[in-house]
């Protein structure tokens, strides 16, 4: 009893300790996994001379205005043998012609695939993408959107160059463009966060997932894995979930030197975000289990930091210093890590707006996830 009363009163510190804990494993994360993506030297490897003959594979649905503003920069490239497949599904704008038109100015370059609608048959961009694979006659493909844009007509060496001996996937990043607006800071926020986490991860040897803006891999991986098999009962999950299913710690390599970037029109409204994150919400619970978890602590680890924080200012207002000197231990480790990353992903001006993004990004991430993950999917993509 005594023993008791005598560490009692330390009882009553007790969220501190959680506190300090917490910010552990932040630091965890900062360091040991960030890091990795922070002290990486960039590669280029457009000057590659084994570099293999490619098909790049864009699948659409009634993206017309957008392939005219951004197919040509594909068809462009400054690669030797590459080959385009369009895969239009059942677009209903004037896609076809402007594919037809197109056809007459790259036709040894561009492949059209047209999936008309069927009654009995729902079609999904998993699907779609199934059909352009079928129609490619490389073996390694490349895909990207209708909605993308090549930073530079180098784009395809560096990414299809990065395909080296037992390479079977490569990991782009794929920002979106800057806008005005606080709406496209949050955006470009989280991809590059997004990018950060499964590129540090990939250079670890634990690739979890992609995206398919800026994404590659080989007809042998897809055949071998039976394509979208494990996960068609879902429309979402034509990238993350095909790389989470299939990446081993060898057989995935990155490109992310400033050439191979692709940048992609961002959401303009709040609505149509959320319902974006609610899709990617979605595939998320097909990871496999130990990436479920990584993510898990990481995501909780920092909600509950913040919500901590705010708990201990309340409760111990005589130490404000305690809880205020480890918030600063993280924000400054952050910018010490994240000004590295920043400079690589080129959302260096997003720095700035680090403190308030990041706990934005956290409880948003996080309430949209609670209310979609068990939602079903509408869109085509």
């Known amino acids: 009893m005594?023993?008791?009363?005598?560490?009692?009163?330390?009882?009553?510190?007790?969220?501190?300790?959680?506190?300090?804990?917490?910010?552990?494993?932040?630091?965890?994360?900062?360091?040991?996994?960030?890091?990795?993506?922070?002290?990486?030297?960039?590669?280029?490897?457009?000057?590659?001379?084994?570099?293999?003959p490619v098909s790049v594979i864009i699948c659409a649905h009634n993206e017309l205005e957008n392939l005219k503003t951004f197919l040509p920069a594909v068809l462009d490239q400054d690669y030797t043998e590459f080959e385009v497949v369009l895969v239009d599904d059942c677009s209903e704008d004037d896609t076809h012609w402007l594919l037809?038109?197109?056809?007459?100015?790259?036709?040894?370059?561009?492949?059209?695939?047209?999936?008309?609608?069927?009654?009995?048959?729902?079609?999904?961009k998993k699907y779609a993408v199934t059909m352009?694979?079928?129609?490619?006659?490389?073996?390694?493909?490349?895909?990207?959107?209708?909605?993308c844009l090549p930073q530079s007509n180098a784009w395809l060496a560096e990414i299809a160059g990065a395909f080296g001996p037992?390479?079977?996937?490569?990991?782009?990043?794929?920002?979106?463009?800057?806008?005005?607006?606080?709406?496209?800071?949050?955006?470009?926020?989280?991809?590059?966060?997004?990018?950060?986490?499964?590129?540090?991860?990939?250079?670890?040897?634990?690739?979890?997932?992609?995206?398919?803006r800026n994404l590659a891999y080989t007809r042998s991986i897809f055949f071998k894995g039976k394509g979208f098999n494990k996960h068609m009962h879902i429309k979402s999950g034509d990238d993350d979930l095909f790389v989470n299913h299939n990446a081993t710690p060898d057989n995935v390599q990155i490109a992310i030197h400033p050439d191979a970037h692709v940048y992609s029109v961002p959401k303009r409204t709040w609505k149509s975000y959320y319902k974006q994150k609610a899709r990617h919400a979605g595939?998320?619970?097909?990871?496999?289990?130990?990436?479920?978890?990584?993510?898990?602590?990481?995501l909780l680890?920092?909600?509950?930091?913040?919500?901590?924080?705010?708990?201990?200012?309340?409760v111990y207002p005589q130490f404000w210093f305690v809880p205020?000197?480890?918030?600063?231990?993280r924000l400054i480790s952050q910018f010490i890590v994240f000004s590295h990353i920043y400079q690589k992903l080129q959302v260096r001006d997003l720095l700035v707006w680090l403190p308030l993004l990041d706990i934005?990004?956290?409880?948003?991430?996080?309430?949209?996830?609670?209310?979609?993950?068990?939602?079903?999917q509408q869109s085509w993509k």
């Open 324 to 329: 205020t000197t480890i918030y600063l231990v």
């Open 166 to 212: 037992g390479t079977e996937i490569v990991l782009g990043y794929s920002p979106y463009f800057k806008e005005k607006g606080f709406l496209n800071k949050l955006i470009r926020f989280e991809t590059s966060h997004t990018a950060m986490s499964y590129l540090a991860y990939a250079l670890k040897g634990d690739a979890y997932m992609g995206v398919g």
């Open 301 to 314: 680890s920092s909600l509950l930091f913040y919500t901590m924080l705010v708990g201990c200012l309340c």
């Open 100 to 124: 037809k038109e197109l056809l007459t100015t790259y036709p040894d370059k561009l492949k059209i695939v047209e999936i008309k609608e069927y009654i009995r048959l729902k079609n999904t």
């Open 283 to 298: 595939a998320s619970v097909l990871y496999k289990g130990r990436h479920k978890r990584m993510l898990a602590v990481q």
């Open 2 to 52: 005594e023993q008791f009363e005598y560490f009692f009163p330390y009882l009553g510190y007790l969220p501190l300790g959680v506190l300090f804990l917490l910010l552990l494993i932040q630091l965890y994360y900062f360091f040991s996994v960030y890091g990795r993506l922070a002290s990486y030297k960039i590669v280029s490897y457009k000057d590659v001379e084994a570099k293999p």
């Open 132 to 147: 352009g694979i079928k129609a490619a006659k490389y073996e390694h493909l490349v895909f990207t959107d209708a909605d």
């Open 360 to 376: 934005l990004y956290y409880f948003y991430i996080c309430i949209n996830g609670l209310f979609n993950r068990s939602k079903k």
